[in-house]
């Protein structure tokens, strides 16, 4: 099974040394990279359980001017585009590191095919309008995309409403319960109705 948590903890981040005057946090880059991406391929022309969870998709990224110079021009160029700046003109991205603190977005879902990113856009909106109508203390700890006839088994949107409440053993075992149960339900009418014959 695999889960992304798509917008802030998708950067890759260096830690300093441990000696004095190391220097400070650095963002190297952006999950996937090529070989990560393609297993998130396989995992959905396989049908392999992917969850996405969409809590923080829309949440910019703040960034220290120091920690953002010290990134990589590719990653720059990444963090740039949610901004809606070109980094290409001295000018453009001299104006922006200006700012003590930036903040950044990542591109939604680019790492997913259209179909896919328009599902989830989709589910967000929804979800939005539910979370806007419904007290946070009647809700799950987890909202999930409703399962349709004619949609891939994967990959599946989420959103995590109280994220402290989900420790990793109880994403996991949620995780399952979603991949597995349409699986399970599928297997008991066949046995069901083998034993009728």
């Known amino acids: 099974m695999l889960v992304v948590l798509e917008g ?4 890759l981040w260096k830690e300093p040394s441990p000696q004095p005057g190391a220097g400070d946090w650095t963002p190297t880059g952006i999950w996937p990279d090529e070989d990560e991406l393609a297993m998130v391929r396989e995992h959905i022309e396989r049908g392999l359980p992917l969850l996405v969870l969409l809590d923080e998709a829309h949440r910019r990224i703040p960034l220290l001017r120091q920690e953002l110079r010290a990134a990589p021009c590719r990653l ?10 070109s980094t290409s003109t001295s000018t453009g991205s001299g104006e922006l590191l200006d700012d003590e603190v ?3 977005r990542l591109p939604f879902l680019d790492w997913l ?3 896919h990113r328009d599902r989830a856009a989709r589910f967000l909106e929804d979800s939005d309008a539910a979370l806007s109508r419904t007290p946070v203390a009647l809700l799950p700890p987890l909202m999930t995309e409703e399962r349709q006839d004619g949609l891939p088994p994967s990959p599946r949107f989420a959103r995590r409403i109280l994220p ?14 979603l991949f597995v149960e349409g699986a399970q339900h599928c297997a008991a009418a066949g ?6 014959r």
């Not at 402290?164 to 319960?177: D, S, W, Y």
């Open 164 to 177: 402290n409440a989900l420790t990793a053993g109880r994403l996991a075992a949620a995780v399952e319960h």
């Open 76 to 85: 720059l160029e990444s963090l740039m585009a949610g901004t809606g700046t």
């Open 102 to 104: 930036v903040e950044v």
């Open 8 to 11: 802030p903890a998708r950067v």
């Open 113 to 115: 095919p259209d179909a």
């Open 191 to 196: 046995r069901g109705s083998e034993a009728d």
